[in-house]
């Protein structure tokens, strides 16, 4: 008698980071209400590291509508939900509260996470050379437009890739 498929959960795991993709490329394109609609929108029985990516796509996509303390509250919890995941997943985590939080805080204040990415990304090359070019880019941030900063991202990821 043969077993359960195990085609199945593969098949909501596609759907989920269908998911994950279409709410990255609508954040990308500048439609953020619909990105964060669509993550949003997800079956209770999502996996937990995918839940946690969807999360913050809502952070980040509240940040760039300039609701900055509902969004760093989401990637806080987005950080705090990822220390039983995955090392990228605790050090994207990471990441993205610290380019976004460091921005309202003075160096002392951004310190302590900023060691935390350090220690996260240590095992990584290109963790460091993402993280540096982040922490460049999000230096300037206050500067430019969020299309010249994920521009700015981009490049220095590209050029330290």
């Known amino acids: 008698m043969p077993g359960p498929s195990k085609s199945q959960p593969s098949s909501m795991a596609r759907v989920g980071n269908d998911t994950l993709v279409d709410a990255e490329a609508l954040l990308r394109s500048g439609r953020i209400r619909e990105s964060i609609a669509l993550a949003n929108n997800r079956t209770t029985d999502v996996e937990l590291e995918l839940g946690n990516d969807l999360d913050s796509v809502v952070g980040r996509a509240l940040f760039e509508l300039g609701e900055v303390k509902d969004a760093i509250s989401v990637l806080r919890r987005v950080l705090t939900n990822s220390q039983n995941l995955s090392p990228r997943a605790q050090f994207t985590a990471a990441l993205n509260l610290f380019s976004r939080e460091s921005q309202f805080q003075s160096p ?15 095992p990584w090359r290109q963790g460091m050379a993402t993280l540096f070019a982040t922490i460049r880019c999000a230096n300037a941030a206050p500067n430019m437009g969020s299309r010249r900063f994920m521009r700015c991202r981009r490049r220095y990821r590209n050029w330290s890739g």
């Open 108 to 122: 002392d204040e951004a310190l302590p996470l900023l060691s935390t990415l350090r220690q996260l990304s240590a």
